[in-house]
């Protein structure tokens, strides 16, 4: 499986806004169960949201709920993590995650594909 790319990370102020994306291959992309996850520094990977293969279904962390929306476009082969109301403990490295279970996991262990990251900073 070839390994997904993030993109749209950068510096932004506390109650603004940012789009994640996240590019893979034309077969991972229509076929898998997507999430993204991330990791601020001393703590562990954790889910953001998820989304399966058609779109049609979603799940979001309690935390970045009413806040943030998953989405994907299978025929440009991508998946979007728009970000609104940003909170400085939102700062952490973004993750996307490929998996190919049917049903869309929560934890990391359900991905089996990963990219490098991309890094979200909030200033206060």
């Known amino acids: 499986q070839v390994q997904p790319v993030e993109s749209g990370g950068g510096l932004v102020q506390a109650g603004g806004s940012l789009r994640l994306s996240c590019a893979a291959s034309r077969t991972t992309i229509s076929t898998s169960t997507m999430g993204w996850f991330r990791q601020a520094p001393g703590k562990e990977r954790e889910f953001v949201a998820g989304i399966s293969w058609s779109g049609g279904t979603k799940y979001y962390a309690e935390s970045v709920k009413g806040r943030f929306t998953i989405s994907r476009v299978n025929a440009k082969n991508l998946m979007y993590l728009q970000m609104d109301s940003l909170k400085p403990e939102d700062t952490a490295i973004y993750y996307c995650?490929?998996?190919?279970?049917?049903?869309?996991?929560?934890?990391?262990?359900?991905?089996?594909?990963w990219g490098q990251g991309t890094q979200v900073t909030v200033s206060s």
């Open positions: 995650a490929v998996g190919s279970s049917l049903v869309v996991p929560t934890i990391p262990e359900g991905f089996s594909s």
